[in-house]
């Protein structure tokens, strides 16, 4: 993009993924936004709803969806927007030359049946999941910089892949019984509120949530499989713990061979991530925790290894909100547009918190 | 026992789980504190450290440690000791007829050789470890009831095994792919401030430990074999979660036949928990939580079957301080003194808390 | 009453103060519960919507309010209703014998003009409102052995007069100049999921509310009026603070004579309170917390005294479920019952929680 | 200064002030922090004790306090000591022609026998404390820029000050009934862990403490007096409550003119801070809310009136770590270093968290 400074457009801009958003482009220093939509609060600034974004990004407004107005108004959409509209939406946009960095799950999975069986629609754009990139930038940094869709991971997903991905490339580890448990702060619900996350309901939780099945789980699988060359299946179960924010992978695995030391899979792990800007590597007698990357657009990684059964915990670390969803998706634009990929992301987690 | 009402002594009052031993049998009818022993409050008042008693116990106070004092007032003495204590203690207690319920890991394992692996000592009493009742009441009620030493099981040990007991009675799992995933609040680390605990470092964790091995896996796989009729090796990795009380045990399982359903599975824990006084089958859309059974002595167990791959999450939500601990060890005594199991325990989590 | 156990009714069952009821009355030795309203889930066990009831009160379901099942099936009511429904139906209930135990504000205030003032609904039997008593034992206990009708005190306002009942007794501050700043926690907003209680924005919240007026005001003014013999008003303004039960009731107040000193004060309240089964008043280096009577009916209270500007803190903590709401009602029944006032109520409070 | 950038010292980097003073400065556009002291850690990387940090300020280690070193490295020395230390560190470092920042309480109080009354010592460089600016730039912006010593307010102080100024100033209340009921979090209490501060027993409370007189009462009254031309004497109570960051004052105020409107308050507020970079004031059904500020510099202010009465309730809500302290320290050194005031500062709060 030979532009200076990209012009945003951000479909659904009033859940916690679309004013985080707001939030980071709000001091991102090469994009303005010029477009936030939300059908409940159109014509209402941005502050009403984002209460801390109050004396940013000008008089903003939220508006209604208009294509034409993306159009006209925007180099790079962002949609945040529940399963199933993005489908439809972003062909549109594409078409009409925006880049689309899709936040929602319609353009992750490339084999359309699965959206039948996991998402309960029929895809009606399959040709654009083949061309659509996985926006994990760990995983595909090279084909994101050409990309004109971007399919950002799920914050589970993230987490899990992060936690899995050297061990995997380093077949460290047996595949056919990998465990992902995950836990997750309360914003990964969303800002609509429901008994399950009343206060007084979910203060203090651990509460295992879709545990016979959590959607996320095909795109851990796919990727994985493709990294492996083999078909990959993955038992996940997330958890809803105490906290706002923060997801932390633990994937339970059983090691390929069973006298590999921690040492080993250290190093596996210093060697896939020593250039990775945004994935830190966390040892001395000290796990990976998503309190420590609050704020931030870091992936904390880490392992423990039992060499007395043969087994290791894989552990990644992020904060939802951001490396699993907004700050990420940011981190694709930035790749998208040419920018420096810390551009408007690279500062320090917030602490305590 | 033929006295209608038994003096209690309590080493180690002045913790959390003396603090709820000493909540409970406040109001249990058929017991008195007579002796409560702390080293550090030794002539203060019991409500001087545990502030929610004030006004109950009478005038009982703290007491240094008195092997003597234990005898001549006490028919049963819990020892809520750190490990390596009441392994000298108890012996001496039972030798002169009192019962000990030790609430530390000094009687859970039969083989005196894991206590070297696992807790870093020698066992001088290698002859009362066979005598001692695992302080499981779903598992040895029957033992419990003649015992003279019970040896209560770890919090995380009790979530995790009834999360599993019925799974491994009935040959529902491969029992070589075990991983259990357990969270917890901070009062599982007793009452001692560290860094970890310091509120602004503790709140609003997702921080694994121990990830590389963790001691009451020895007594999980100790009593899984003597079910299973061979040995068991387990993958268990606990997690402090932002919550004050409670542990989740997350049993991550694949089927041993893949076809099980998740009837099958629940019909198996229904017959086996059916007429457990304390044990209750969370179902219809809902898992277990340590949130709903806070305060009380109850385990809610449940399950959710993945068969797209074959596995099953078996999960037990208990109260750490309670079942987890001092409840549990107070049923112990009620079956130990042959009253109603459920004597002074016998009421409602609190919620919502 | 001559029976041994009463029949009590409660209307309103599926809320949070309804399940407190549930709660105490399932363990309680001289109550049965025989009807538990609830519109929204008539026909269904109560452990659809109160999982921490799991195997009490037998096969007990919710029913549809009908007068003629409460006249016939109940010797007591509880209603546990918005403000503006009881005013209606408990006069009913009391022209058929039956005992009412409003929780609700319909009877509290003794003018019926305030109802408009704060209530926004016109009074239709003002003539009750004379007859009803204000069920805080604590100032009425003797008319409420008598009482058909009683009114149990806002939670706000229960630990507001708790903090100052002895003060202005006994002339000790200045009454005009009251500030009465309230903390609680999020169970005291209800059932009902709004925005302002999703956990996202309700966690760690520092949150005034109704800052120009508090509805409670008007039953604190009302009461520390009738106790002083001149009309007092009173600032009281209360904040959600990150927490899911508790009330704190901090009254700043400036002293009648700056000199008095904080022995004076403490010698008033340990005077006035000194019998109180329910209050105990706390000291030596430590402050009521509404955190150490979690679970209970007790309110802990307590003084701080600066004199070297002649004003004071007086403190009280109660758990805005019980002595605030549900406890303090069941306090009442045992008084309108001729029962021991601590039946069913008279345990030790949870601690940690 | 005429450097582009200044060379930045921190003395008594290891604790949460220090860490936050980091965290800025890691990305603050015109300093480099040169030297960072812990006693404790001397010689350890940052990222050992600031988990967040790790990547951030290259190779920089603890160090042992030197004043030589400072001399030789730094322009502007931050000092975030105990009471009782910077008062005989900060003379050296001003005599050498450093400017310093302190953020303890050693040069706020004009009055050196308030140190007596208040802080236990005697204050050993009397006349410094009149040439040291008190470091709120809502009070003092012209005598910052000119400073060679700055004493940074504490943040109770800073919530207090910023809740009242406009309406002592606009003589809008009574100065002699002025209640300050502050709210904080954990972080508040520094890093150390106490009984206090370990989470099962700090998490969930409504803990007032200090009740009979807090140090930054001193402070307060200070300003006031100062603002106000008479003296000024304040009640302020803080309170621990359930979150990690974040302080609001509530102050209770008592109209001079009872029939004062709202409208007539906000407009002295927003007259009085409309051109402040960092003061919002809060409207519109919400009130001040320390959550809506976390991590960022902010103070949102709001007001209540009860005309009923003729109070009102003043708010003001702070990150107690940044606008309560590193924040406002680095807005300070903006200010002496003549840099625009928001410069590495000017970036949303955080939310949800």
Chains 1, 2, 3, 4 share one sequence.
């Not at 800002?191 to 009343?198: A, D, F, I, V």
């Not at 596996?268 to 925790?289: C, L, N, S, T």
């Amino acid at each position: 993009m030979g532009t200076k400074t990209v012009r945003v457009g951000i479909v659904g801009a009033s859940g916690y993924t679309g004013g985080e958003l707001l939030r980071l482009l709000a001091t991102h220093p090469r994009a303005e936004v010029t477009v936030a939509t939300s059908r409940e609060y159109a014509g209402q600034p941005i502050s009403n709803v984002h209460f801390n974004l109050k004396g940013f990004l000008g008089g903003l407004k939220f508006s209604q969806l208009s294509i034409d107005q993306l159009i006209g108004k925007c180099d790079v959409v962002f949609t945040s927007t529940p399963s199933g509209v993005s489908k439809d939406l972003a062909p549109k946009l594409v078409e009409h030359g925006l880049r689309v960095i899709d936040l929602s799950p319609d353009f992750r999975l490339k084999d359309p049946k699965l959206y039948e069986y996991w998402y309960d629609f029929t895809h009606g754009a399959p040709d654009l999941l083949s061309k659509a990139v996985y926006g994990l930038p760990e995983l595909h940094r090279a084909d994101l910089s050409n990309a004109r869709l971007v399919a950002c991971p799920g914050c589970n997903a993230t987490a899990a892949l992060l936690s899995l991905i050297p061990a995997v490339e380093s077949k460290l580890i047996d595949l056919d019984h990998i465990v992902v448990d995950v836990k997750v702060g309360s914003s990964e619900a969303g800002m609509k509120p429901t008994l399950g996350t009343h206060h007084p309901e979910r203060a203090n939780v651990m509460r295992p949530y879709e545990a016979s099945g959590h959607r996320h789980v095909a795109e851990v699988e796919q990727e994985l499989s493709m990294l492996s060359g083999r078909s990959v299946r993955v038992a996940l179960v997330p958890h809803a713990v105490g906290a706002v924010r923060g997801a932390l992978a633990t994937s339970h695995v059983w090691l390929a061979d069973s006298s590999t030391d921690e040492m080993t899979v250290w190093k596996a792990y210093a060697k896939r991530y020593g250039q990775e800007p945004f994935v830190r590597i966390v040892r001395g007698g000290r796990h990976p925790d998503p309190k420590y990357v609050t704020g931030s657009n870091f992936a904390d990684v880490g392992m423990a290894v039992e060499q007395r059964i043969g087994r290791a915990a894989l552990l990644a670390a992020i904060d939802n909100l951001m490396k699993g969803a907004a700050g990420q998706a940011v981190q694709c634009m930035n790749l998208v547009c040419g920018f420096d990929e810390r551009e408007g992301l690279y500062a320090p987690p917030l602490r305590p918190v």
